[in-house]
C-alpha cells in the first residue's frame, strides 16, 4: 500500500522560506459530516454506524493514527440563532474599527437564519451567507456611496438587505 500521506506533518519540517517548524506538540484537529445523517435522525444505533462508517471509508493505518474520535451532535435552530448574533455583533466590530457603524434589526437576524439555517452543515452556511449577501450589500452601500459613512447606518431586511442612514 502507498503510506506516504501518513506521514504528512514530520516531527521537523523547513518551510519555503528556510524555517524549521516543530509539530512534536501539534494537535491536528480534522472535521467531517461523516455520518451526519444518523445522528440528525436520532437513530439509537447511531454512534455504532457512524463508526461502522468510518471504518468503511479509512484505511486501518490511518485510523489508527488517530488518537480520539469525537462525535458531535449537530448545532440546533436555537443555538444557531445565537451564533448568527455573535457573526453580526463580530461584522459590527470590524466595520466599527474602519469608523463605520452599523445597526442590524431583527428582520436581518431572522432573515440569515430563514435563509441560511441547516441543521446538517452547522455554522458554515450562516458564515457564507452574510458574507456573500449581507457583506457584499454592505460594500455596495460603501461604495455607491448610498449611505453616508460618516452616519450610524441601520440594515433591514424585506425581502432583500435594505441599508439607510
Known amino acids: 500500500g502507498d503510506h506516504r500521506n501518513l506521514h504528512s506533518f514530520p516531527t521537523r519540517r523547513s ?9 512534536k506538540n501539534t494537535i491536528i484537529i480534522m472535521t467531517s ?9 436520532n437513530d439509537p444505533e447511531a454512534l455504532a454506524k457512524v463508526n461502522l462508517l468510518v471504518k468503511k471509508s479509512f484505511k486501518p493505518e490511518f485510523i489508527n493514527r488517530i488518537d480520539e474520535i469525537v462525535i458531535f451532535n449537530s448545532l440546533s435552530r436555537e443555538v444557531q440563532i445565537k451564533i448568527v448574533a455573535k457573526m453580526l455583533s463580530e461584522l459590527q466590530a470590524r466595520l466599527a474599527k474602519e469608523n463605520i457603524n452599523i445597526t442590524f434589526t431583527e428582520n436581518v437576524h431572522q432573515a440569515v437564519i430563514d435563509n441560511a439555517y441547516d441543521p446538517e452543515y452547522g455554522a458554515r452556511p ?9 457583506e457584499t450589500a454592505i460594500a455596495r452601500a460603501i461604495v455607491t456611496a448610498t449611505i453616508d459613512i460618516a452616519k450610524i ?13
Not at 450562516?126 to 449577501?133: E, T
Open 33 to 41: 459530516n461523516l455520518g451526519s445523517e444518523y445522528l440528525q435522525k
Open 126 to 134: 450562516l458564515k457564507r451567507y452574510i458574507q456573500r449577501h449581507l
Open 15 to 23: 518551510s519555503d522560506l528556510g524555517r524549521t517548524v516543530d509539530f
Open 153 to 165: 447606518a441601520k440594515i433591514d431586511y424585506a425581502g432583500h438587505f435594505v441599508i439607510t442612514n
